[in-house]
């Protein structure tokens, strides 16, 4: 604790000592990430699949270009909404693919109902898990010319000098496993100059182990994307914005199946506080999914501005979904994903 | 010959990094006073000028002899019995 002392002396020498001490507080002040949930492309969620509390999300995963209008109806409080269209989307098809896209955001900024929709980020990339679809080889040069003239037309001014969509960010969708395995990061860098975000799959490596969810420390499959943001910077100096566009992962156990609780014997405190923080009954204490990607991103100067949970699997070997631990009131992964929402 | 008292504050007790900090020293003397020193200055017309002046008896000089880290700086608003000094957390 640092001090501060001194003295007052009178004319005869006489003297009176004074001290006084503070702290400061050295707590890094992270920016906010917010969390949300996927809208997916058997829309609307059920409510089993997106309990209640969803419509306070502030971030939404959407999967159609005509969607987003959907989500801001249903969903009040959304700030943000990742989009991608993997079936309407041509991402080799040049202009028209990036007329369509443009034709989405006249629509959602400036069409019918759009007064309530002006706040709303757009969040765009041509394609869902791009990486997943490219996976060796140079990129297409249709691919990286439809995504220039995306960009372009996303980025476009008005007569007065200012941005038609001021609300809308372009960004490429990665996955951990083709920026770690095919070394995916390199062969986009082609597309960088024309992106404002890096979005992505961070699904946690074994979450897929079964019956037993090996619950592995966040950096084995998250610390890649930080690693190529700096190198994509190579190519875009002041490259910050990233989200996770999906994560998830099975509660504890499974059966052979898919079914959660193989045997009666899974530990209902896992997967909310790998994915939210906290002590869990074994006594390990997680940082947290959220928590290690919003602090990574703060160290590298970045930003991660949501996150958002794939609330969707459906397969039945790796059961993700929210409901699953629903039993645990206030402690099931829902109620705290929502909770930590910065 | 009393001796001086003197108290050391801060306006707050945590701060964030770059915040401003205000440090405030009172102090005080049973033996300080101002007086007033005051006369005439007569030409020999006769014409009188009226002067005086103010001095004060055991001031107290207000020094600091360890900074913490800091650099404190004087501002404008002390006075004889209370010194004001500004730093960045």
């Not at chain 1, 009176?16 to 920016?31: G, I, R």
């Not at chain 1, 990286?144 to 008005?158: C, D, F, I, N, P």
């Not at chain 1, 799959?201 to 592995?216: A, K, L, Q």
């Not at chain 2, 008896?57 to 900074?67: E, K």
């Amino acid at each position: 604790m640092p001090t501060v002392s001194g003295t007052v002396t009178d004319s005869s020498g006489n003297v009176a000592p004074w001290s006084t001490s503070w702290t400061v507080d050295t707590t890094p002040v992270l920016e906010p990430t917010w969390t949300g949930v996927d809208w997916s492309t058997v829309a609307p969620s059920s409510p089993d699949y997106c309990p209640t509390y969803s419509t306070a999300y502030k971030a939404i995963r959407a999967y159609r270009n005509d969607h987003p209008r959907d989500v801001v109806a249903a969903y009040p409080g959304v700030k943000v909404i990742g989009v991608t269209d993997n079936q309407n989307w041509n991402v080799t098809g040049g202009q028209a693919t990036a007329d369509a896209i443009v034709d989405m955001a006249i629509d959602f900024y400036e069409g019918s109902g759009s007064a309530a929709r002006q706040g709303i980020g757009l969040d765009v990339a041509i394609q869902n898990e791009t990486d997943n679809k490219f996976t060796s080889g140079t990129l297409p040069a249709a691919m990286v010319t439809t995504q220039r003239l995306t960009y372009e037309g996303l980025h476009q001014l008005k007569a007065n000098g200012q941005p038609r969509f001021p609300m809308v960010d372009v960004g490429l969708d990665m996955t951990t496993y083709q920026l770690r395995v095919n070394g995916s990061g390199p062969r986009y860098k082609v597309m960088v100059p024309y992106i404002d975000a890096m979005f992505g799959s961070y699904y946690p490596i074994h979450r897929d182990d079964n019956p037993v969810v090996n619950w592995g420390d966040y950096g084995l499959y998250c610390d890649v994307f930080y690693q190529t943001m700096l190198d994509w910077r190579t190519v875009k100096p002041g490259l910050r914005k990233m989200a996770v566009w999906e994560v998830g992962s099975p509660i504890d156990r499974n059966m052979p199946s898919g079914a959660p609780n193989n045997g009666g014997t899974t530990n209902w405190t896992k997967r909310p506080t790998y994915f939210t923080g906290g002590t869990d009954s074994t006594g390990k204490t997680w940082e947290g999914f959220y928590q290690y990607n919003r602090r990574k991103a703060q160290e590298i100067n970045a930003w991660m501005r949501y996150q958002c949970y794939w609330n969707r699997q459906d397969n039945p070997i790796i059961p993700n979904p929210f409901k699953h631990d629903a039993a645990q009131g206030t402690n099931a992964l829902a109620p705290r994903w929502l909770a930590i929402s910065g | 010959m009393a001796n001086p008292t003197a108290t050391a504050t801060l306006n707050k007790a945590n701060y964030a990094v770059g915040e401003t900090m205000v440090l405030t020293v009172n102090h005080a003397d049973a033996d300080r006073q101002t007086i007033t020193v005051a006369g005439t200055v007569t030409d020999s017309a006769g014409n009188v000028a009226n002067w005086s002046t103010t001095a004060t008896i055991d001031a107290g000089v207000v020094a600091i002899t360890s900074s913490g880290g800091k650099t404190w700086t004087l501002q404008a608003g002390s006075t004889a019995s209370q010194s004001i000094f500004n730093a960045v957390a």
